[in-house]
T-cell receptor
Framework: NAGVMQNPRHLVRRRGQEARLRCSPM?????VYWYRQLPEEGLKFMVY????????ESGMPKERFSAEFPKEGPSILRIQQVVRGDSAAYFC???????????FGDGTRLSIL | AQRVTQPEKLLSVFKGAPVELKCNYS??????LFWYVQYSRQRLQLLLR??SRESIKGFTADLNKGETSFHLKKPFAQEEDSAMYYC????????FGTGTSLTVIP
């Protein structure tokens, strides 16, 4: 079991471009969580998804950010028209059920030029 | 409001000394609490959860509902314990503290 896989590990975008971050959960896990970590800060919850459903997106910025977890394929965190303030590490975690221990990926480091 | 507070961003102790990483929480229901650890160049991983009441790598954490705390303790710190530690609470959402960076000095 390869664990939670995130790609890419590093992503560089220019202001105004789109960023797509991918997360494949652990085998058997149907719950996916996305977190953002700004420099010198802790993890901040963004969104919680199950297959084809967004369960809680209370931590997502209202504009430019979206997430999906389709029936087939990885979960995608999409950031449109990126700005410098979007530079951060984005972590994905998965669990077999709600409030079960989460297993984390290595994260995607997003840099905006 | 649900919140997890780790008051210390940085903590240094000497090898063999006791270590305590503080975590306080606020939650209106019955919380489920966890400690996660991130060693250098590794991914975040679960260290322990309060309901299992087990000791992992010599670390223990007791949930104190009266003080709303879930401090992580180890009687004798080792160099390999140097890492980033996050306290987390599971309620209707998963909340992480801002983390404490522990350095164990040889």
């Amino acid at each position: 079991n390869a664990g939670v896989m995130q790609n890419p590990r590093h992503l560089v975008r220019r202001r105004g471009q789109e960023a797509r971050l991918r997360c494949s959960p652990m085998k058997g896990h149907s719950h996916v969580y996305w977190y953002r970590q700004l420099p010198e800060e802790g993890l901040k919850f963004m969104v919680y998804l199950q297959k084809e459903n967004i369960i809680d997106e209370s931590g997502m910025p209202k504009e430019r950010f979206s997430a999906e977890f389709p029936k087939e394929g990885p979960s995608i965190l999409r950031i449109q028209q990126v700005v410098r303030g979007d530079s951060a590490a984005y972590f994905c975690a998965s669990s077999p059920g709600f409030n079960q221990p989460q297993h984390f990926g290595d994260g995607t480091r997003l840099s905006i030029l | 409001a649900q919140r997890v507070t780790q008051p210390e961003k940085l903590l240094s102790v000497f090898k063999g000394a006791p270590v305590e990483l503080k975590c306080n929480y606020s939650y209106s229901g019955s919380p489920e609490l966890f400690w996660y650890v991130q060693y250098s160049r590794q991914r975040l991983q679960l260290l322990l959860r309060h309901i299992s009441r087990e000791s992992i790598k010599g670390f223990t954490a007791d949930l104190n509902k009266g003080e709303t705390s879930f401090h992580l303790k180890k009687p004798f710190a080792q160099e390999e314990d140097s890492a980033m530690y996050y306290c987390a609470l599971a309620g209707n959402q998963f909340y992480f503290g801002t983390g404490t960076s522990l350095t164990v000095i040889p």
